[in-house]
């Protein structure tokens, strides 16, 4: 594994620091905090695949995940994706969303009684599970965000971000604004000792990713873009490491995990969901989509093409370093 340090890539040689701040040139010196090869990373997923014998690995349950969840050994949980539903009265099949009913699968389980309620006792089971440097991301439509950030405060947890995911096609208004972002947050068990993984330069808090249309797929209607997943994962965890999601669906976050060096283990109360959960779980290799974090950044040449200026100063640098 490659381990470089914020302060090393920030802290520059007393030579540089008395030189003037040139826009972007930051951008060609920085390397993901942690990396791994592909080697490094298989090596990891089956190393701690044998390390967890008191728990089922790379399983879903389907069960209600607050029950489940109390089974979970403490201190074994790296990173938990949790996708709650709304507390609308939703039954992923209104007309409004223009789907062919055919395809939404039956008995999306909505919140029966008070949201407040099942979100605090579902949230008030992580910390137990979580180890000392595990974080969380849940994500939640802004009419119930509310009840979740309580739910998350009086867990202990420490909120870090708020980030917001903008999709491009909220459902159409005629007398308000139509919404087309959901809240993601990023929670911490500790704030000094959390892992994060910055694996891009200046990775913001508002993420722009479309949503598919699925057309003609069997479905659960509310399935979230894999990529938006993966970059929960791929920030806050270690190959080899196990997310939990408490709220499994279609089964998105056991495809993001597996694919990229990751355990999984997840609850979901509708049995119908089964088949569609293990299909898509199985048409997924481990690592299948895992390159080192470095080859994902902008080559030289881009950042090249993008920011000119910096290009000429980082070029001039270089050749001065080498004499
Ligand atoms: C918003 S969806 C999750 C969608 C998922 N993130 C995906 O990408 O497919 C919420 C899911 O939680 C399930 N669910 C609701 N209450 C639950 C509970 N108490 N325990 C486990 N699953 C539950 C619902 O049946 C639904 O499939």
Redesign the pocket.
Known sequence: MTVHSEEGEEKAPARRRSRRYIPNLAEFYFKPTCDWTIDEARALYEASDRASDDLELNTVFY????RGMRKIPEGSIDLVIA????GIDFDGKSSVYNRDERLVIE?????NGSYTDFTKR?ISELPRALKADGSVYI?SGWTNLEPVLRGAREAGLTALNHIVWHYPFGVFTKRRFVSSHYHVLLLVMDSRTYFFNKIEHYPEDVWPIKRKYRVGEVK?S???PIEV?RRCIDFSSKPGDLVL?????????AIAAKSSWRHFIG????ER?KPVIDSEVSSVAPGECYTPYATRLPTIEELAEAYPNAYREYMRREKEEKR
Do not use: Q, R, S
């Open positions: 069960e209600d995940c607050i996708d709650p539903p709304f008995d999306y389980e909505e919140v579902w994500f659960n509310t399935k979230l997943v999601d408490p709220f499994m669906g279609n089964g998105t976050t609850y979901e109360i509708n969901l």
